[in-house]
């Protein structure tokens, strides 16, 4: 009786130990993927912290330590035309893409989801090949093709407003077809199909049932592809004609004459205008959903 109260005494504190080690093992699991994580959003968030920092410093030349600190190189944008004009180009550009590339996206989205058909594989792999193609390659290639356009049909495109605006659509295409597909992935089906059962024709069942359950994918896929537009530098370099040129590339070239917190002052502003787009969109739409 003694050797049995024993063996269930030392089974127990076996038991015991075993379940501590789990739990120790899980814990520094857990430690390290936060560990992890931190230095990655640290990695992220490095950059922008000191481009916001720079903004405020007082000196021209930018100098660790700072001299002191001042808002004048906000006041001074206002009086730049060229960071103006670019602006209002990339807004024109980026606005105007991305309402083509919902116009293509939504339907493209449908067909690869709800329809069944050879080579919708490749499709889907053609759709989202401008993400992967490299922006510089792309552009070239966006360059050639307009030259040979132009010189077999006489038609305007090099350099051109539309032109520029047709390379962006390609650029904004992919955000739009990923991030609506995978909320379509996640809608439910059945409602859809009760909703036509009932009397309803499809584009009434889209309208009031499908677009309402997509709409987080739709929102996220235009934030993201105004996004990827408004920034786009190295296509953009290629498309642009005379006299105009977006924000990213009035950057560029204000960088290859002067520098000073002037620019750091831009980015800070293209960064509060991205955050509250972001914020203000989450407020309505959680695109926590899809993304």
């Not at 000196?59 to 670019?86: C, H, M, T, V």
Request: hydrophobic fraction near 50%; charge should be positive; aromatic fraction near 10%.
């Amino acid at each position: 009786m003694v050797q049995s109260t024993s063996s269930a005494d030392a089974a127990g504190h076996l038991g015991e130990r075993a379940k501590s080690s789990g739990f120790n093992s899980r814990r520094i699991g857990r430690y390290a993927l936060n560990g992890m994580a931190g230095l990655a959003l640290a990695y992220i968030l490095t950059p922008l912290f000191f481009v916001t920092w720079l903004a405020f410093f007082r000196q021209e030349i930018p100098s660790f330590p700072p001299e002191g600190y001042s808002l004048k190189w906000f006041a001074a944008i206002p009086g730049n035309d060229r960071f103006i004009n670019g602006f209002l180009l990339s807004m024109q550009v980026a606005v105007t893409a991305t309402l083509i590339g919902l116009a293509v996206g939504v339907p493209a989205a449908l067909c690869l989801t709800r329809i069944r058909f050879k080579g919708r594989e490749w499709l889907n792999s053609l759709l989202l090949l401008p993400l992967v193609v490299p922006g510089v390659v792309l552009g070239t290639a966006l360059y050639v093709f307009h030259v040979e356009t132009e010189i077999h049909t006489s038609i305007p495109i090099l350099g051109s407003l539309g032109g520029l605006i047709a390379g962006h659509v390609l650029v904004v295409i992919p955000w739009c077809v990923r991030l609506i597909t995978a909320s379509l992935a996640g809608s439910d089906r059945t409602i859809e199909e009760a909703a036509q059962s009932l009397g309803a024709d499809r584009w009434t069942t889209f309208r009031r049932v499908t677009l309402p359950s997509i709409l987080p994918g739709i929102v996220a896929a235009s934030l993201f592809g105004f996004v990827s537009s408004f920034g786009n530098l190295e296509m953009s370099l290629f498309l642009v004609g005379p006299g105009r040129t977006t924000l990213p590339i009035a950057i560029l070239q204000y960088l290859e004459w002067k520098i000073d917190p002037t620019i750091a002052a831009v980015s800070v502003l293209q960064i509060l205008l991205i955050a509250a787009a972001m914020l203000i969109t989450d407020r309505f739409v959680k695109i926590s959903r899809v993304v």
